[in-house]
């Protein structure tokens, strides 16, 4: 069964580095989105893309933030200047039309320190 | 701010019960409903959605929505300990597919 894959799985960092986040969404979907999680709270949505631009961004997807579809196949969410406050579960999910199920990766957990 | 209102509970029922999961949301635009499931340090995991006012079934699971209430319900019969995790209520409301989940509510099935 296609699946929505993520790397890496695990993520340490200092404060201030850039990290990059990767996903492989299923192959026939068109939409593609970025959330996080912080422990203990709730799925917080970041951001939605589709044909090569962002869609949708919330608060929380500030300048520091970008997302890229560098290739047919990946995914990815940029974080430029890591802060304390980034560290969370980032998940990225897809589907094959904006109101339809979306999948979920087993996402990456991020610590800043 | 739309929100998505939960009990965090944690929701505790015996073994073979019937487990009942409700959820409120704010905004009455909101067209798409789903239910995920969440093992803790997993990723959230499809249940069920539903579109339309009323009931829908699948397997053990039953989603109910009320739009004029602005109330969703996810009942669990039959309860396994297996079923027990955090219970995501979410919405779409947008063209561009976002999702806003409430916080979860914590079902425990006791053996």
């Known amino acids: 069964e296609p699946e929505v894959t993520q790397t890496p799985s695990h993520q340490v960092t200092q404060m201030g580095q850039e990290v990059i986040l990767r996903c492989v969404p299923i192959s026939n979907h068109l939409y593609f989105y970025w959330y996080r999680q912080i422990l203990g709270q709730k799925v917080e949505f970041l951001v939605s893309?589709?044909?090569?631009?962002?869609?949708?961004k919330s608060e929380i997807f500030d300048d520091q933030f970008s997302v890229e579809r560098p290739d047919g196949s990946n995914f990815t969410l940029k974080i430029r200047s890591t802060k304390l406050e980034d560290s969370a579960m980032y998940f990225c999910?897809?589907?094959?039309?904006?109101?339809?199920?979306?999948?979920f990766g087993p996402g990456t957990r991020l610590l800043v320190l | 701010q739309k929100e998505v209102e939960q009990n965090s509970g944690p929701l505790s029922v015996p073994e073979g019960a019937i487990a009942s999961l409700n959820c409120t949301y704010s905004d009455r635009g909101s067209q798409s409903f789903f239910w995920y499931r969440q093992y803790s340090g997993k990723s959230p995991e499809l249940i069920m959605f539903?579109?339309?006012?009323g009931d829908k079934e699948d397997g053990r699971f039953t989603a109910q929505l009320n739009k004029a209430s602005q109330y969703v319900s996810l009942l669990i019969r039959d309860s396994q300990p297996s079923d027990s995790a955090t219970y995501l209520c979410?919405?779409?409301?947008?063209?561009?597919?976002?999702?806003?989940f409430g916080q979860g509510t914590t079902l425990q099935v006791k053996p």
């Open positions: 539903i579109y339309s006012n």
């Open positions: 999910a897809s589907s094959t039309f904006p109101l339809e199920t979306q999948y």
């Open positions: 893309f589709y044909n090569n631009e962002i869609s949708e």
């Open positions: 979410s919405h779409g409301s947008s063209n561009t597919g976002k999702l806003i």
